[in-house]
C-alpha cells in the first residue's frame, strides 16, 4: 500500500508524495476558469463599439442611448431571469439602504459609462479605452482594499493584506506595472497627436486635451461599478446561497452577481437616459429613432448588438469573479483584458495608421506593460 505525506513545496503549494494535492488541484482549475471568464469579459468590452461605428445617419446620443436601453436594462432582467431563480424576491426583501447606495453607485458609474463613449468618440477606440479602463483598474482594485482596511469583512482583501503577503505584494506590483503600461499609451497617444495634427482623424472628431480630461473623468467614475458590487454583496450572497442549498459540493454560484448587476445598471441608466435625452432636446435629434431616411432596422440591431455585448462584460465577470474571488485581482485582470482587447481593435482598425516608428512603438510597449501586469496579478492570485 502506497504511504501518503503531505508537505509545502517551495512556492507554499500543499503536495502528497510530490503532487500537488487535489485541492490544490481543483483550486488551480478554478483560477484558470477565472481567468479565461475575465478574458471573455475582455473581449465583450474591448469590441462593444464597434456595432456602434455601422450606425448611419444618428447623432451619438440617439444611438448611445438606443444600445443603453439593451446594456441596462433588457439584457439584465434577461440574464436574471434566466439564471437566479426567485431574483425579483431577493431584491424585495433586501433593506433600502443597501439597494440605495448599490444605486447610487451605479448612478456615479453611468456618468463613467457615459463619459466613456465620449472618450472613445474624441481619443479612438484603442487610446481612448486604455486611459479610461487603466484609470479604472486602479482606482477600482485599490479603493475597496483600503476600505476594508477600516472595516474589515470575511472574503474581502484589504490593503494590509496586499502588503503583508507576498502573494498581495506581487498583485500591487502587477498594479503598478498597469499604471506605467496607461502612462506609456497616454504618451504614444500624444505622439500620434502630434504625427497626425495636419490630417483628418476619425471621422475629425480626434481631440486629445479634450479627450483625455473626459476619460480621465471617466476612469475614476467608472470604478464606481467595482464599489456597487461590494454595496449589493449581501444580494449575491443570498443567491449564492440559495442555489448552494440544491447544488451541494459543487463550489460557488458562476451567476450570483446578475441580481446585484440589476440595480446598479439601474442607475446607470438614470443618468445616460437623463443627459441623453438632454442632448436629442437641444440638438433635436429626437427624429433619428424614426427617420426612414436613415436604415432604421439596421440601426437598432447594431445598437442592440452593440448593447448585448457591452452587458457580456460584466456577465463574464461574474462568472470570474465567484472562481477567483472580489479583490483587486479579479477587478484589474477584468480591466486589463478591456484594454488589451481594445488596444488589438485599435491596430485593426489602423487608428494608428500613419503614424511614425516612434509611436507605433510606442503604444506596442504600452500593451506589453498591461499584458505583464495581467501575468502578475494571476500568478499573485495563485500564490494566494
Not at 447606495?101 to 448612478?107: A, D, K, Q, V
Not at 447594431?302 to 477587478?331: D, H, I, P, V
Request: aromatic letters at 14%; charged letters at 15%; hydrophobic letters at 45%.
Amino acid at each position: 500500500m502506497e504511504t501518503y505525506y503531505f508537505q509545502k513545496d517551495s512556492a507554499g503549494w500543499l503536495v502528497t508524495n510530490g503532487r500537488l494535492s487535489l485541492a490544490n488541484q481543483t483550486y488551480c482549475m478554478q483560477l484558470i476558469l477565472g481567468i479565461i471568464y475575465h478574458l471573455l469579459g475582455g473581449v465583450a468590452s474591448g469590441s462593444f463599439y464597434i456595432p456602434y461605428k455601422k450606425v448611419k445617419g444618428w447623432a451619438w446620443e440617439s444611438l448611445w442611448i438606443a444600445g443603453g436601453i439593451f446594456s441596462w436594462l433588457v439584457v439584465p432582467f434577461l440574464a436574471a431571469w434566466l439564471t437566479v431563480p426567485n431574483f425579483t424576491d431577493i431584491i424585495a426583501h433586501t433593506d433600502g439602504h443597501t439597494l440605495m447606495l448599490t444605486y447610487i453607485f451605479g448612478l456615479l458609474w453611468g456618468i463613467g459609462g457615459l463619459t466613456y463613449g465620449l472618450g472613445v468618440r474624441y481619443l479612438g477606440v484603442s487610446l481612448g479605452s486604455t486611459i479610461i479602463l487603466g484609470m479604472c483598474s486602479v482606482f477600482g482594485s485599490i479603493i475597496p482594499s483600503v476600505y476594508y482596511n477600516y472595516f474589515p469583512a470575511e472574503g474581502h482583501d484589504s490593503f494590509s493584506d496586499l502588503l503583508n503577503n507576498t502573494w498581495g505584494r506581487i498583485v500591487l506590483t502587477g498594479i503598478v506595472v498597469c499604471v506605467f503600461g496607461i502612462i506609456v499609451c497616454g504618451k504614444a497617444g500624444m505622439l500620434k497627436d502630434k504625427d497626425l495634427k495636419k490630417e483628418k482623424q476619425d471621422e475629425g472628431e480626434y481631440k486629445i486635451g479634450l479627450g483625455l480630461v473626459v476619460a480621465i473623468i471617466s476612469g475614476i467614475l467608472s470604478a464606481c461599478f467595482a464599489f456597487g458590487i461590494d454595496a449589493g454583496k449581501v444580494m449575491a450572497n443570498e443567491a449564492n446561497e440559495i442555489w448552494k442549498a440544491s447544488h451541494a459540493n459543487q463550489g460557488e454560484f458562476l451567476f450570483q452577481n446578475n441580481v446585484t448587476y440589476i440595480i446598479i445598471l439601474l442607475g446607470g441608466l438614470t443618468t445616460n437616459l437623463i443627459w441623453s435625452m438632454t442632448l436629442n432636446a437641444r440638438n433635436k435629434t429626437f427624429g433619428n429613432y424614426t427617420d426612414k431616411k436613415t436604415p432604421l432596422l439596421k440601426n437598432y440591431v447594431f445598437c442592440a448588438l452593440a448593447g448585448t455585448t457591452w452587458f457580456l462584460q460584466f456577465f463574464f465577470y461574474g462568472m470570474g469573479e465567484s472562481r477567483m474571488g472580489n479583490g483587486a485581482s479579479s477587478w484589474i485582470l477584468h480591466m486589463a483584458f478591456i484594454i488589451l482587447i481594445a488596444n488589438l481593435w485599435g491596430l485593426v482598425l489602423k487608428e494608428w495608421k500613419g503614424v511614425k516608428k516612434k509611436t507605433f512603438i510606442t503604444v506596442i510597449l504600452g500593451i506589453a506593460l498591461i499584458v505583464l501586469s495581467v501575468l502578475l496579478v494571476g500568478y499573485g492570485n495563485s500564490l494566494k
